[in-house]
């Protein structure tokens, strides 16, 4: 199984790194062009999100407020997910968790599983816009206030 195949829904993860018809190299492509209209890189999208699983340290349903402005929550599972580039041990790091950022100020909210900052830093990948897991950036720098 290729790459591309091994990201559809129900083989690497039940909701899939990418949809049914994305193509990998076109979503790479859209996504780089995204962030640098932004001015900003992958790697520091990766590094704000961090910041926040760093901050929250074991997340709870209800949340923590971080920097008086974010409420930072989420879920801890047993077990992990594999990278699908196959380059980060058995689990990519912080992936048996799915956290959420609620920005106080703006009232908007940005899910996230933990395994994204592998992802988006090593991979520069924010996963398929047809991906429930996906972290789109242009709506991470906006919530996450990456400047």
Wanted: glycine share 12%; hydrophobic share 35%.
């Amino acid at each position: 199984m290729g790459l591309e195949e091994s990201m559809r829904p129900g083989q690497l993860s039940n909701g899939g790194f990418l949809g049914e018809h994305e193509k990998l190299d076109d979503v790479l492509k859209a996504d780089d062009a995204t962030v640098r209209r932004l001015g900003l890189t992958h790697e520091k999208i990766a590094a704000r999100i961090q910041y926040f699983i760093d901050k929250v340290c074991y997340p709870t349903r209800e949340g923590s407020l971080i920097d008086g402005k974010y409420l930072v929550g989420g879920e801890v599972y047993r077990g992990g997910q594999e990278c699908p580039w196959g380059d980060a041990g058995l689990f990519m790091p912080n992936s048996e968790m799915d956290l959420f950022v609620v920005n106080q100020q703006t009232g908007e909210r940005l899910k996230f599983p933990g395994g994204i900052v592998h992802l988006i830093q090593v991979h520069h990948f924010h996963e398929g816009k047809e991906s429930p897991y996906r972290v789109d950036p242009e709506r991470a720098a906006r919530i996450l206030e990456i400047k």
